[in-house]
């Protein structure tokens, strides 16, 4: 065989190559293409996030020392009653059952949900709660009973604090009745 043969059998090898390697390239990147859809935030404990860079500012010393004046210690509210939000705590010694709402504040989807639930919640006559999942010391309490919260969603409680119904998005005024009504009986 002479030598001008091998050569462009090489030279076809290679450029079949170079073009599996495009093909292949070019093939993965289409299927990365970034969604629109709306997407749902998953709550994840202050433990658990990563802080960005930290912005130094320059510190200005006071020309003048104040004394310092003691403030007297304002009530802070308990987060969590029996391991439980404390609203969802208190609705529940007044109501058998109560819906939760699952919220994130300045979220569309989110305040219609809410207004679902409440409406669900009134026309079974139970009583309602809203939580934001944004909120730490509204969503840790149920964080660590019920691991990532996700919003909106609904929950169904009835008492001692046992979780009935849990609606993981969007759930209407009819389906929230129906389960609140459900988890009374």
């Not at 709306?38 to 020309?63: I, M, N, Y």
């Not at 989807?109 to 809203?130: I, Q």
């Amino acid at each position: 065989m002479s030598s001008k043969p091998r050569i462009r059998v090489v030279g076809l090898v290679v450029g079949l190559a170079v073009f599996a390697l495009a093909a292949g390239f070019f093939m993965l990147s289409r299927g990365q293409a970034s969604s629109s859809a709306a997407s749902t935030h998953t709550v994840v404990p202050l433990s658990q996030r990563t802080t960005g860079p930290v912005k130094k500012h320059a510190v200005k010393k006071p020309a003048v020392k104040k004394p310092a004046v003691r403030k007297a210690a304002a009530h802070k509210p308990a987060e969590s009653v029996n391991g439980m939000p404390a609203a969802l705590a208190a609705a529940l010694k007044q109501h058998k059952v109560v819906v939760v709402s699952l919220y994130a504040p300045k979220v569309e989807l989110d305040d219609m949900a809410m207004r679902e639930a409440r409406a669900g919640a009134a026309a079974a006559g139970v009583g309602f709660v809203a939580l934001d999942v944004l909120n730490e010391g509204q969503s840790r309490a149920l964080t660590k009973m019920l691991g990532i919260l996700e919003d909106p969603a609904v929950l169904v409680f009835r008492r001692p604090g046992e979780l009935v119904v849990s609606f993981s998005g969007f759930a209407d005024m009819q389906t929230v009745q129906q389960a609140a009504r459900n988890a009374g009986l």
